[in-house]
C-alpha cells in the first residue's frame, strides 16, 4: 500500500523531444506527490509537485499530469536538454506532520545532443 | 542563502571503525531526517528527529545512530562500519512533516567508503 512504482528505470532522449516518466501508487490516502531531480554526486532537489484536486502543473518546461481515478501521475519534460540529464525520483505522502515520503525507484534520463 | 550542509562530502573508514557524518541547516526547520543512498537507489529513509522527538525507522540497523544536540545540528553515527555500509548519506529537512506546504530540503550528501 506505501509503494510508488516508477518507470522507466532509465530513459534516453534526444536534445529538444519529450521526456515522459511516469509513477503508480496504491494508497488512496496519498495527497502530495512530488519530484526530486538529482545530479551525480549532488542531493536530491525538489522539481515540482501536485495535489490531487488538480490534474495538470505545469512549471517551465517541467508538467505533472495527475490521474486520480487511475492512481498515476507522471512527469513530462518538453524540449529536453542535456542539462535535464539527471535522476528523477517520483515520490507520494500525506500532506501532514509526521508522514514520510515514499519515493519511486528513480529513472535516470540521459539527453542526448 | 538558507540551506543544508553536510561534511565531510568524502569520508572513508575503515571496516568496523566508528564513523560520525554531520548535518547542519539554516533554514531553522523543525525536522531533520538521515537517508541512505545506495548506487542507482532511492534515498532509503534512516531516522528522523521532530524537533528533540526522534524517530527510528523499523528497518534501521542498531549500528546506526543518531544525536540533534540542537535545532541547526544532527549527527548521523556508524558504531561498526560493514562494507554493506557504503553508500551516500543525505541529510535533510523540513519545515514540519512532508507536505505541500512543507517540502523536504536535501544537503549534498557524503559518500562514505568502507575499506
Known amino acids: 500500500q506505501q509503494q510508488v512504482k516508477q518507470s522507466p528505470q532509465s530513459l534516453i532522449v534526444q536534445k529538444g523531444g519529450i521526456s515522459i516518466i511516469n509513477c503508480a501508487y496504491e494508497n488512496t490516502a496519498f495527497d502530495y506527490f512530488p519530484w526530486y531531480q538529482q545530479f551525480p554526486g549532488k542531493g536530491p532537489a525538489l522539481l515540482i509537485a501536485i495535489r490531487p484536486d488538480v490534474s495538470e502543473k505545469k512549471e517551465g518546461r517541467f508538467t505533472i499530469s495527475f490521474n486520480k481515478s487511475a492512481k498515476q501521475f507522471s512527469l513530462h519534460i518538453m524540449d529536453s536538454q542535456p542539462g535535464d540529464s539527471a535522476t528523477y525520483f517520483c515520490a507520494a505522502t500525506y500532506n501532514n506532520a509526521g508522514n514520510m515520503l515514499t519515493f519511486g525507484g528513480g529513472t535516470r534520463l540521459m539527453v542526448k545532443p | 542563502d538558507a540551506m543544508v550542509i553536510q561534511n565531510p562530502r568524502y569520508q572513508v573508514t575503515q571496516f568496523g571503525k566508528p564513523v560520525t557524518l554531520s548535518c547542519s541547516q539554516t533554514l531553522n526547520h523543525n525536522v531533520m531526517y538521515w537517508y541512505q543512498q545506495k548506487s542507482s537507489q532511492a534515498p532509503k529513509l534512516l531516522f528522523h528527529?521532530?524537533?528533540?522527538?526522534?524517530?527510528n525507522e523499523a528497518d534501521t540497523p542498531d549500528n546506526f545512530q543518531s544525536r540533534r544536540p540542537n535545532t541547526s545540528f544532527c549527527f548521523l553515527d556508524i558504531r561498526s562500519p560493514g562494507l554493506g555500509d557504503a553508500a551516500m548519506y543525505l541529510c535533510a529537512t523540513s519545515r514540519t512533516g512532508t507536505g505541500f506546504n512543507s517540502p523536504l530540503h536535501f544537503g549534498n550528501g557524503t559518500r562514505l567508503t568502507v575499506t
Open positions: 528527529y521532530y524537533d528533540k522527538d526522534f524517530n
